[in-house]
Nanobody, 116 residues
Framework: QVQLVESGGGLVQPGGSLGLSCIASFSQFTFYRVFWYRQAPEKELEFVAAITSVGQIYYGASVEGRFTISRDDAQKTVSLQMTNLKPEDTAIYFC??????????WGQGTRVTVSS
């Protein structure tokens, strides 16, 4: 069964903004830390941002200051607000949720293309 679903991807011009959402369908979401990763064509998976169950936030160096991660446990949603997008942000963005002692969960990904 599908447990994490990403949405919000699309085509945006350089300098533009886009918001991604990751919606969970499993219980006890509040205990999970949630990550965003991305994979550009012919490149390895790259860490983008993370938010822990207590709200600690981490960003990858390439997005620090431009991307903002947040969570709404009542809605079982983690959002990634992306601003000042660059062509090098083009990638498939994946949501990952994990919790100690449990198997990690992955979404199917959402494609972001930054191009004029």
């Amino acid at each position: 069964q599908v447990q994490l679903v990403e949405s919000g991807g699309g085509l945006v011009q350089p300098g533009g903004s886009l918001g991604l959402s990751c919606i969970a369908s499993f219980s006890q979401f509040t205990f999970y830390r949630v990550f965003w990763y991305r994979q550009a064509p012919e490149k390895e998976l790259e860490f983008v941002a993370a938010i822990t169950s207590v709200g600690q936030i981490y960003y990858g160096a390439s997005v620090e200051g431009r991307f903002t991660i947040s969570r709404d446990d009542a809605q079982k949603t983690v959002s990634l607000q992306m601003t000042n997008l660059k062509p090098e942000d083009t990638a498939i963005y994946f949501c990952n949720a994990d919790r100690m002692g449990w198997d990690p969960l992955w979404g199917q990904g959402t494609r972001v293309t930054v191009s004029s």
